[in-house]
């Protein structure tokens, strides 16, 4: 006879970038298992991979996890974890100037009211010239992950990864996906550019939405006021 197996509790919520509205169940102990090892192992693919599966497995929805921005993982994860594990995390926060070790305060993360903030001067719809713009897409977790691994001087991958964001070029009422077209004719079409106008894009991505929060504390050492964003899972964890 088999085991009995316990149901999960449903709840609710919205992926930031499609505003579409999901249902989800709290990670399982295996799950849970999953994400300690791929965390222990410090690679960066490993735990990309862990956390795309996650969340897969615990959205109902038919949804594909590699085609997320970070920031819907960043805030999926975040929604996951408060209903699995607990809704409030403490986070030590030290001073910039002391080097006391007394000089840092505790600090308790609400995950359930973290929200994803977007800059008034940001959008996806970007006019470069006369009628003809593009339209962006935002970067995958793979991507970002990519971007980061980067020494800074690969200029081609960056150019590469840059116009794999690019989702569209309107011209006028005629629009032109990207998917269409070969990738050498995307990156004609953005090496013929200005200066002004390559700023308009890079503008895109300097400004994406990010999960964060303000956090202002008081140093207990040399009462120095401090405010700072903690961003990025690794902060919240």
Request: with cysteine; aromatic share 8%; net charge negative.
């Amino acid at each position: 006879m088999s085991l009995p197996i316990a149901s999960s509790p449903k709840y609710k919520l919205t992926i930031p970038s499609s505003k579409k509205s999901v249902t989800f169940r709290p990670f399982l102990v295996k799950e849970e298992k999953a994400l300690m090892i791929a965390q222990h192992s410090e690679n960066s693919d490993t735990m990309i991979s862990t956390l795309k599966s996650v969340i897969q497995s615990c959205i109902t929805e038919q949804i594909r996890a590699d085609e997320l921005a970070l920031f819907d993982i960043e805030y999926i994860f975040t929604q996951l974890r408060a209903k699995s594990v607990g809704e409030k995390v403490d986070i030590v926060l030290k001073c910039d100037t002391c080097t006391d070790d007394k000089a840092q305060v505790q600090y308790t993360i609400d995950l359930t009211k973290l929200q994803v903030t977007i800059p008034e001067n940001h959008n996806k719809t970007i006019p470069l010239f006369d009628d003809v713009g593009v339209m962006m897409k935002y970067p995958t977790l793979d991507v970002i992950n990519k971007i980061e691994s980067l020494d800074g001087k690969d200029i081609d991958t960056v150019f590469n990864i840059i116009c794999t964001c690019i989702d569209a070029v309107y011209n006028g009422q005629e629009i032109f996906k990207a998917k269409d077209q070969t990738p050498e004719e995307v990156n004609e079409f953005v090496n013929n550019l200005t200066q002004d106008q390559f700023a308009k894009i890079q503008q895109f991505f300097d400004t994406m939405p990010k999960l964060e929060e303000l956090v202002k504390y008081k140093c207990p050492v040399c009462s120095k006021d401090h405010e700072k964003y903690i961003r990025g899972l690794d902060s919240f964890f």
